[in-house]
Structure formats: structure tokens, C-alpha cells
């Protein structure tokens, strides 16, 4: 395709490559109320003004959101943020501290378990928190080992991008504790870490060390470790950023011997396997007569967060393109063939290609797209989207996959819509530039595709409070960067840093490789202002029911006008307030592009399903916000009661 083919989105814009361009800018789109596309905000519930897994799945999983949150964060903005960290606050508020009571209820049987101290979950919700694997034979199954890591590594990530002090000296002791948890299990004599079944991230797809008794105890788990050195990269850096020089030093050392744990569970290959038994059995090394399966989540998990360095990714991505098992519908699967280690008889559910047993996750497809795009596999990124694409045309969002990943979980439902399902999307848009967060700064890494010669990213990213605008042009080394229009010095031929206090609060920063000459970059067009989405607001004509269900929004913005007048726009609620104004306007955008035959048109039961979860959003939106106002009646917060009262004249006006 011509380098000269221009591009342009609302969220992206570029030259060449025009086929994935539009991939990207449906990635993006996937994340704000879209007419055409399932979107995040279809993920609220007021229940806890947060997200929720899916209207199946009313609760919260770390494994579950892992991908999809870890990949979407330097982008999110709010409300999505607050709403993303009260669903993980459903872990944090009820972790374990090794007194506490959490029961949980499976048929008729009940268990009463007491996790421990610093220990998170498999899923919560208010007054839920299961903290084993809840699926399976729940008896035997140990603590929510790697859950625990990868909780940690999700809201330490959040709280690095984040930069607010405030919110890392509330949630760093509870992070410490979910650390002291996992180490807890490390074996000083080779610095490995025991779980016993089910306490892998996708679990009960492990059942830990059968005894030669036939029951089952620990082994060393390699998921384990590798999401626990991920964990402990950003534990570091948070401590690093409170200036707790101490604490730097004992995770950096619990970190750096975990890593020469990892050759006891590296092939000669150079690849990971799933766990080693205390007797030495090997389980996961490919073509061995026995548990000679390939169990790719430690490995892409190993590229992804960088525990492994560019040759050891490579070598691991060569295993995995040399099986072409495990990606038999351009998703990876977490195994081939089928494990022959499971507590269970690999039939039903467990049977091979259906759940945990080779189904697609995916959680775990995010990960695997960020490998792709570290290793400039960028084809593979662009197989991975489009057969996501094949679903989300249909409304079919599901996980997990069944089938090899070539059909949906639950085809009884007209639609089907997953927090999983975004990870994909979310991980083509961070690949891009990878994202490495640290207390001093920020070090992007630029993974411009090859058939991509100028690419805009017209939204902001986040780092701290500043917003940066980034861009790329040519292909090859970095030559030079420009940060609004001035050369930047912090760069070398493959990344550049940005120190967090020489960086402008709003940066427009534009990578020059190879030999390509800087260009003008075009104007954001994301976030739109709440001004201009009242003045779209206050021109949208409707008809019929539509009316009446503008009635609702009309409180709302309302509510946003009074924020801007009085300049209070940058704050949670004015970002609930105004989303709720935009999933309305998406609502007639839908409409505008049904009467002029512009959608394509689903079967009666699913196209009557789909347009309904545009007017169920609104709802929910507007419930939760108010509700969340009404809240602020007599807060001891004199800005929170500032907005109630804001709030009440708006709604009577």
C-alpha cells in the first residue's frame, strides 16, 4: 500500500498503511460511547459506580480484567478511572488480614474460609470476596496465589501513571501486604514460589504436585513468578516515588533473586514451563511423553512486562509460531495439546479447546498482542484484531471462548459483552508505544507498524496530571523528537524518556525515525469540551420515545452547564455528568444510522438486544451518578456538598 494514503479518525490519523490505521481507530473507538461498536461504558453498574464483569457476571475478577485493565490504563481517563478503581477496590477493601471471615457459598456446600494476611481474590462484589478459584474442586484449592500478583501489578500500574500521592499513601500499605503474602511462599533453597492447586492466574487450569498418595500439594509454579517480578518492577518504583529508599532495597532483592529462580523453569529452548514439581517433575515442556503440552500464559506474560530480555523473547516467540496449535483461530490459547495434569478428566467442561483446557481468554490475548508488538510482530496484531472484529460486528463480545476461540461461551444469550473481550483492542493502542512507567519519568517505546509512515494519536495519554499528544513519523531508528516544536535531548535510537518535571503539562511529542523530515501534527480532537458537548446537546432534536428518555438527560446537563460555569469541569462528576450527555447523543447517532441503512442489521432477537443495551447504558449511567450526588448530602467534604447542592438546583430547574 502507497506511504503517501492518508488517514483520517477521530482518534487516529496517518499515512500508509490505511487498513491498519482503521484497525486502530476502532480499538480506540471501543473505548467511549460508539454508535456502530460494543463500548467500556456498556460496563458500568451503578451497584458499586463501577465496572462489572457483565451482565452474566455480576462481580469483579483480577484475571479476568488483568489484560484488558493493565493495557487500557495510560489512556483511560475519567470517569472510566474512578469507575475503574472502585471495581478494584472491591478486592482491596475486603483482602485478607488473616481474622477475617469470608465465606463462600457453592451449591450447598459453604466454606468458611479465613484467607490470609495481604491475600486478594478470585472475584468480588459488595459483601462477596472469593478468595480461591471458585470453579472446580474448591476443597483442595489453595489461596489466590498469582491473583494476588497480578492485583498488585494492576494497581501499582495505576498509581505509577497516576502520580496522586494522596492515593498512593492509601493503597502502598495494602500493596506491601499482598507482597509480604507471595513471598511467604518462596522457597529460600532456589528461590522459587510454591502454590498449590488453582492458585495460577488462570486457574484451575493447574492442580499443583499429585503425590505419589494421589493427593495434591505445592510446586513451584512459573506464572507465579514471573507476575510476581512484573509486581514487584512497579512496587519498586512506587517506593521509589515516596522516597522509602529501604523499602527500594528489599523488593529490588526479593525481585533480583526471583529472577535466578527462573532458570530451574527454563528449557534449553528458552522458553517457560508451567511448573516444576518438588520431585522434579517437569510439567509444560513441548513433545515430552509426558505433560508435554506448551502453556503459553508465563510466556507471553514474560515478553509482555519485559521479566525476560529481547533474545529470550524472541526465542520464546519462535516456540510459539512453531505450534501452530496455539493459535488455531488467530487467538492464542493457553495450551497445546491438552493438559494431561488436571485434577479432572479433560472432558465437559474441562474438555481441550472448551474452558481453561485450551478455550481462548481474552485477558491473556491482550498480552500476547503486547509480545507481538515488543517483537514487531505486527501481523499477528493485525490477525488478532480482525478475527476480534468478527465478533464485536455481531455483538458477540464474550469470553471465554469455545471452541479453540472460534465461538462464544454462552450463544443462548441474543449479545454477549465481557470486560475481557477490550483487551485485545486495548493492547493495540498501548503496543504502539509500550509505556514503561517509572518514578522519575516515563520511557516510551515506539513499535510503528512497516506499512505505517506518519501516525497521530489525537487523544492524550496520561502521566501524572500532563496529557501528551503523541505522533511518529519513518520507519527505523530514532533520529530526533520534538516536544511541542522544540528538540528533545532525552532519547536514543530506540525510546525516549521523559523526566516527569521537564515534561510540559500538555506535550505534543513527535518521533522522527529514519530518515523522515518532522510534520505538523494535527489538532487533538479528543477529550471534546464539555461546552461543545452542550451545544450539541442543546441542538439534538428527537421524536417519539426518545423524547421522554431525553427528559432523564436533561437534569444531567443541566448539572454539567452549572459545573462550567463555575469552572469545576475537571473533576469526576463533571466527567460522569458529560458522559452521560454523550452516550445519549451516541444513542441518536445510532438511530441517524439505522433510518440511512448505514448498520448492518443483526438477527431480530440480537438487533433488538444491542439497541437496547445503547438505552440501558444511559440508565445506568444516570442512576449511578445520582445516586453517587445524592451521596454527598451532609459530607462533612465541603466540595462534595458544593456539588449536591449544584446537583439539586439542576435537577428542580
Known amino acids: 500500500m502507497s506511504a503517501t494514503v492518508r488517514f483520517e479518525g477521530r482518534y487516529f490519523s496517518g499515512r500508509g498503511d490505511v487498513d491498519y490505521l482503521q484497525l486502530l481507530e ?205 509486581a514487584l518492577d512497579r512496587l519498586i518504583e512506587l517506593e521509589r516515588l515516596v522516597g522509602n529508599s529501604q523499602k527500594v532495597r528489599v523488593y529490588t532483592g526479593r525481585r533480583e533473586r526471583a529472577r535466578k529462580g527462573l532458570a530451574l523453569l527454563t528449557t534449553d529452548e528458552g522458553y517457560f514451563i508451567k511448573s516444576l514439581d518438588p520431585d522434579g517433575t517437569r510439567h509444560g515442556v513441548y513433545g515430552a511423553p509426558k505433560h508435554g503440552y506448551f502453556e503459553t500464559p508465563p510466556n507471553h506474560d514474560a515478553i509482555c512486562f519485559r521479566v525476560v530480555d529481547d533474545e529470550q523473547a524472541q526465542r520464546i516467540y519462535a516456540k510459539i509460531a512453531s505450534i501452530p496449535g496455539l493459535r488455531p483461530y488467530d487467538f492464542i490459547i493457553p495450551n497445546y495439546p491438552s493438559l494431561d495434569d488436571l485434577y479432572t478428566a479433560p472432558e465437559g467442561l474441562w474438555a481441550f479447546g472448551t474452558w481453561v483446557n485450551g478455550g481462548h481468554w481474552s485477558t491473556c490475548e491482550a498480552r500476547m498482542v503486547m509480545a507481538y508488538y515488543r517483537l514487531g510482530k505486527h501481523e499477528d496484531a493485525r490477525r488478532s484484531m480482525k478475527r476480534l472484529l468478527d465478533f464485536a460486528r455481531r455483538f458477540r463480545m464474550d469470553n471465554p471462548l469455545v471452541k479453540f476461540g472460534s465461538d462464544v461461551y454462552q450463544p443462548g444469550e441474543p449479545i454477549n459483552i465481557t470486560y475481557d473481550a477490550f483487551g485485545p483492542p486495548a493492547a493495540m493502542v498501548r503496543g504502539l508505544f509500550e509505556y514503561l512507567y517509572r518514578a522519575d519519568g516515563l520511557t516510551l517505546i515506539p513499535h510503528l507498524p512497516a506499512g505505517i509512515t506518519e501516525l497521530h494519536q489525537r487523544f492524550p495519554v496520561r502521566f501524572g496530571k500532563k496529557q501528551l499528544y503523541l505522533s511518529a513519523v519513518g520507519q527505523g531508528s530514532i533520529r530526533s523528537v520534538l516536544v511541542n516544536g522544540r528538540e528533545w535531548q532525552w532519547h536514543d535510537s530506540t525510546s ?47 421524536h417519539g420515545s426518545l423524547a421522554s428518555l431525553r427528559e432523564k438527560v436533561d437534569p444531567f446537563a443541566r448539572f454539567l452547564q452549572r459545573l462550567e460555569s463555575v469552572r469545576r469541569t475537571v473533576s469526576y462528576e463533571a466527567a460522569h455528568a458529560q458522559l452521560i450527555v454523550e452516550q445519549w447523543l451516541t444513542v441518536l447517532k445510532r438511530t441517524e444510522l439505522q433510518r440511512a441503512g448505514k448498520l448492518p442489521r443483526l438477527p431480530d432477537r440480537s438487533q433488538e438486544a444491542a439497541d437496547r443495551s445503547y438505552t440501558d447504558t444511559l440508565t445506568r449511567l444516570a442512576e449511578g451518578l445520582q445516586r453517587t450526588l445524592e451521596g454527598y448530602a451532609g459530607s462533612p467534604d465541603a466540595q462534595k456538598r458544593h456539588l449536591y447542592d449544584l446537583w439539586q438546583k439542576a435537577k428542580v430547574a
Open 496 to 542: 525516549v524518556f521523559l523526566p516527569y518535571e521537564r515534561t510540559p503539562e500538555v506535550a505534543t511529542l513527535q518521533v522522527i525515525l529514519g530518515n523522515a523530515k518532522p510534520v505538523r501534527p494535527p489538532k487533538p480532537r479528543v477529550p471534546t469540551s464539555p461546552k461543545e458537548v452542550l451545544a450539541q446537546f442543546a441542538s439534538s432534536q428527537t
Open 26 to 230: 476502532i480499538a480506540r473507538r471501543m473505548f467511549a460511547p460508539d454508535p456502530e461498536f460494543q463500548n467500556l461504558p456498556m460496563l458500568y453498574t451503578p451497584a458499586w459506580n463501577g465496572f462489572v464483569e457483565g451482565p452474566t457476571w455480576n462481580a469483579w475478577w483480577i484475571q479476568n480484567s488483568y489484560g484488558t485493565t493493565y493495557c487500557a490504563l495510560p489512556f483511560l481517563l475519567e470517569p472510566y478511572l474512578t469507575f475503574l478503581q472502585n471495581a478494584q477496590d472491591l478486592w482491596f477493601d475486603q483482602m485478607g488480614d488473616g481474622k477475617t471471615e469470608r465465606p463462600f457459598q457453592l451449591g450447598e456446600r459453604r466454606f468458611d474460609w479465613v484467607p490470609p494476611d495481604g491475600c486478594l481474590c478470585d472475584a468480588a462484589a459488595p459483601g462477596m470476596f472469593i478468595a480461591k478459584q471458585g470453579d472446580g474442586w474448591v476443597e483442595i484449592h489453595d489461596w489466590g496465589m498469582e491473583f494476588t500478583a497480578a492485583g498488585l501489578l494492576m494497581q501499582a500500574e495505576l498509581l505509577l501513571i497516576s502520580r496522586d500521592m494522596e492515593a498512593i499513601g492509601r493503597y502502598l500499605p495494602r500493596l506491601e501486604r499482598c507482597a509480604e503474602f507471595i513471598e511467604s511462599r518462596r522457597d529460600p533453597q532456589n528461590n522459587l514460589f510454591l502454590a498449590g492447586p488453582a492458585a495460577n492466574l488462570l486457574a484451575p487450569s493447574y492442580a499443583g504436585w499429585k503425590r505419589p498418595d494421589g493427593t495434591y500439594g505445592m510446586a513451584y509454579l512459573a506464572g507465579l513468578s514471573i507476575t510476581t517480578i512484573a
